[in-house]
């Protein structure tokens, strides 16, 4: 067992994903839920090949559907076909690991639809879904989000032949004001934050 008491930072700057192919990070009735070495282990030759040519993560799937990334939950800001903004992320379905934050994020949905006009949706993303929406310029942010970093967003997904750039810029206003929401649950009183354990004298 590890345990790490002092602040880890991931650098805070945009991330490429290159999208799994014939290799599953995950699966129904599997332990992707827990945070195992067992998980994790298997998935350096792909972590590896990816970083080798230029990306810095791999964007793991299922079946064409977006789980999440190695050590990041995914969330995808998008303007629906009805004009609706919506933010979406993958569900918790055993095959992703809710992580605080993702799960933080879920919990301020009605506080995130008030202040940022946006409803937060749990629901499952296909990669093409994602491609359509870039194609269409529905597209405005797709970022990581994990305890020990701030949003990241993602300026690159590649999936086989197909490359998305992303305009990092396009969802920055969105992003800043998102992550300042989850900075002040994480500082709020003790009394009311599930992120602090108060230690009784």
Not at 168 to 184: C, H, P, S, W, Y
Request: glycine residues 6%.
């Amino acid at each position: 067992m590890l345990v790490m008491l002092n602040p880890v930072m991931l650098k805070h700057k945009p991330i490429s994903l290159k999208c799994s192919y014939n290799v599953n990070k995950n699966w129904p009735l599997g332990h992707g839920q827990y945070r195992v070495s067992g998980n994790l282990g298997p998935l350096m030759p792909s972590v590896t090949d990816a970083k080798m040519n230029g990306f810095d993560d791999v964007l793991w799937l299922l079946d064409d559907y977006i789980k999440e990334m190695t050590i990041l939950n995914i969330f995808m800001l998008q303007q629906s076909r009805y004009g609706n903004l919506e933010l979406i992320t993958p569900p918790d379905d055993g095959c992703i690991l809710n992580g605080v934050t993702r799960q933080s994020i879920i919990d301020m949905a009605p506080q995130i639809e008030a202040k940022l006009g946006c409803k937060v949706v749990e629901r499952q993303i296909s990669i093409h879904e994602l491609i359509n929406s870039d194609k269409e310029d529905r597209l405005i942010s797709v970022f990581g989000v994990s305890t020990h970093c701030p949003l990241l967003p993602v300026n690159r997904v590649c999936y086989r032949d197909t490359t998305m750039l992303l305009d990092t810029a396009r969802g920055n206003d969105f992003n800043e004001k998102l992550n300042q929401m989850i900075v002040d649950v994480m500082q709020d009183d003790p009394n009311n934050s599930h992120w602090i354990t108060k230690m009784e004298d």
